[in-house]
């Protein structure tokens, strides 16, 4: 298929999943609540809401719970085809929702690189359309900016000039989305190569860790402009990548320095890495934070069952 018929595909298709919504005050949620069937909850900021994703034979179903008495506040179908991959509280009241293609059980869903918007007063939005080379994108959300409750910081599909770009003329631009009207302002300058971004609750500390024919580069925004941090080839260095940065401005990385994959905190201006928990059988899968990334709570692991390690018993 050629790209262009490829994107009209994904541009219909994307159409379509402009959200479901369906009544569901009369639904049995004593049904709607088995384990069988659920796949993903999350818990609103404040509490008061949860939202659960519930897995049918055609497609997904998102569905909002009120909280405590877990009366059905709204709910939403994806379109036939497609899965609700991520959700995400940007706010008290809005979830944000990232569609897939569903591929088959035994393949994981290819992302159509929409972002999706459902509140508890029923109300809906497509705050990002769907893109044709969206199945680089592993996820569109860096930080829901916890500081700023109608503001979101996405990393976004852009194209520039293949005489400018070379062969990879797409690339991932972080834009700031205002969830409530849709206006979208750039973040930062564009890396011109496959790149992910991570960046502390109030977007003003940013990271990206992106990859060439040689090498993969890890950057940091500085005055504006990306710095590179280091390099490593990955064919024979795992090097060390950013995976969090809470709201201090303290980084954490993943390492693999002994074995398996860890977690350390980087100190950027030395370069020197300290080790906060590495499993000795299997690598971290898995990073925990609080809500907007405010701080690291816990790591996960798979040494053949789910092991969690928190940073802070507390928790």
Not at 34 to 57: C, E, F, N, W, Y
Not at 178 to 192: F, H, I
Request: hydrophobic content about 40%.
């Amino acid at each position: 298929m050629s790209n262009r018929l490829r994107y009209i595909l994904i541009a219909t298709l994307a159409a379509l999943v402009a959200l479901f919504v369906v009544d569901l005050s009369h639904a049995d949620v004593s049904t709607m609540l088995r384990p069988a069937d659920v796949r993903t909850v999350a818990v609103s900021p404040d509490g008061k809401h949860l939202a659960m994703v519930r897995s049918k034979d055609l497609g997904d179903q998102l569905v909002i719970f009120r909280r405590p008495d877990m009366t059905v506040a709204t709910g939403a179908n994806s379109s036939v085809g497609e899965r609700f991959t991520r959700i995400t509280w940007a706010n008290n009241n809005l979830v944000l929702i990232e569609p897939a293609f569903d591929r088959g059980a035994a393949v994981t869903p290819e992302p159509t690189g929409a972002l999706l918007a459902l509140n508890v007063d029923q109300s809906r939005k497509r705050l990002m359309p769907g893109n044709a080379d969206a199945a680089q994108l592993d996820t569109a959300i860096v930080s829901t900016l916890p500081n700023e409750l109608d503001q979101i910081l996405v990393a976004a599909h852009s194209t520039c000039d293949p005489s400018a770009c070379g062969e990879q003329a797409n690339f991932r631009r972080l834009v700031r989305i205002n969830v409530a009207t849709g206006e979208k302002q750039p973040a930062a300058p564009a890396l011109p190569m496959p790149a992910y971004y991570v960046s502390d609750p109030s977007g003003k500390h940013l990271m990206a860790a992106g990859r060439n024919d040689d090498a993969v580069i890890v950057y940091r925004l500085s005055e504006g402009a990306w710095a590179e941090v280091t390099r490593f080839d990955p064919a024979s260095d795992l090097g060390t990548v950013p995976l969090a940065i809470d709201r201090g401005g303290d980084v954490f990385a993943l390492a693999n320095k002994v074995g398996t994959a860890g977690l350390y905190e980087w100190d950027l201006a030395s370069g020197e890495t300290t080790e906060l928990y590495r499993g000795a059988d299997s690598d971290i899968d898995t990073v925990i934070k609080s809500y907007g990334g405010r701080k690291v709570l816990a790591v996960r692991s798979d040494p053949g069952y789910a092991s969690w390690h928190y940073l802070e018993q507390g928790h």
